[in-house]
């Protein structure tokens, strides 16, 4: 007696299908349920942890593309830069960006912070 090669390839197919259908009624109800939460845990106040050490920043926002040495990459290179131009130009390039810079990546009142560790990087 021979077996038909394509039942097992079907078998598979319905069970996907029924396993799909499963999953999404499950994920609605998880969804209302999820929105039950966040509206519970609105008034919770929120803990979000600003970096403040300029260090932290310059890792948290520039390493991407100034790296992780300071070398530069899809930005300039940081090191011996406060030799070439003044803290106050480094201050109004973490600001209001320059070139490929985005503006706003520092907060205002960090700003003065890190651009002194950034002219003072040897």
């Known amino acids: ?3 038909n090669p394509v039942v097992p390839f079907i078998l ?3 069970f996907g ?17 999820v929105a039950k939460d966040k509206g519970e845990s ?3 106040e929120k803990t979000e942890v600003a970096a403040t050490n300029p260090e932290d920043i310059y890792k948290s926002t520039c390493i991407g593309c100034h790296g992780d040495q300071y070398q530069g990459g899809v930005g300039p290179a940081l090191k011996g830069i406060g030799s070439k131009i003044s803290k106050d130009e480094i ?5 209001h960006g320059k ?8 907060k ?5 912070a890190m651009a ?3 002219a003072n990087l040897k």
């Open 12 to 14: 598979v197919m319905v």
């Open 42 to 44: 609105k008034g919770a």
């Open 108 to 112: 205002p009142e960090q700003a003065d």
């Open 17 to 33: 299908i029924a396993l799909i259908f499963f999953l999404s009624f499950k994920g609605v109800g998880d969804m209302k349920e």
């Open 116 to 118: 002194d560790w950034v």
């Open 1 to 3: 007696m021979k077996r």
């Open 99 to 106: 070139g490929n810079m985005p503006p706003g990546l520092v």
């Open 91 to 95: 201050k109004d390039v973490i600001q």
